[in-house]
């Protein structure tokens, strides 16, 4: 929430596991559904994607954030052998304005639900490993 009200790339970067995945639903205009999957790093990455988010709008907020611990995905889970991930659920209304007009005054607005696991990383920290977009749209 921070590192998107603030613009902070840095902040948000520090959040992400070096393996951190974006994932979401998209439905072309034929109506096919293709699970997309983004990684951290590199050009059509999230960090780039976001850098870029930062820089075009420059009022973003996130008016609801309610984050909902679930159970924890315990470390027998054969995905990750031997590490415990946390499991959160977030219901989110994020916007986006660029309101100095360097992009003709867009303006964006999404709801929605997403699951954020998080894992323990080398220095102890947790950080988000998956970030899955559940949201529905039309």
């Keep these: 929430k921070y590192a998107y009200e603030n613009n ?43 850098r870029r988010l930062f820089e075009t709008f420059n009022e973003i907020r996130l ?3 309610i984050p909902i611990r679930s159970t924890p995905e315990p470390e027998d889970n054969p995905e990750h052998p031997g590490e415990v991930w946390e499991k959160w659920d977030v219901n989110f209304h994020l916007s986006l304005r660029d309101i100095t007009g360097d992009y003709n005054y ?12 998080l894992r323990r990383s080398t220095d ?3 950080r988000i490993r998956i970030w899955e977009d559940q949201s529905v749209t039309d």
């Design 8 to 50: 902070d790339i840095d902040v948000y970067e520090n959040c992400l596991d070096d393996d951190f995945v974006f994932i979401y639903i998209d439905q072309n205009r034929y109506g096919q559904i293709e699970i997309i999957e983004v990684p951290r790093d590199g050009i059509s990455g999230d960090l780039y994607r976001t």
């Design 63 to 65: 008016d609801t954030w």
């Design 106 to 117: 867009i303006q964006y607005e999404a709801s929605g639900w997403a699951l954020f696991k």
């Design 124 to 126: 102890g920290e947790m």
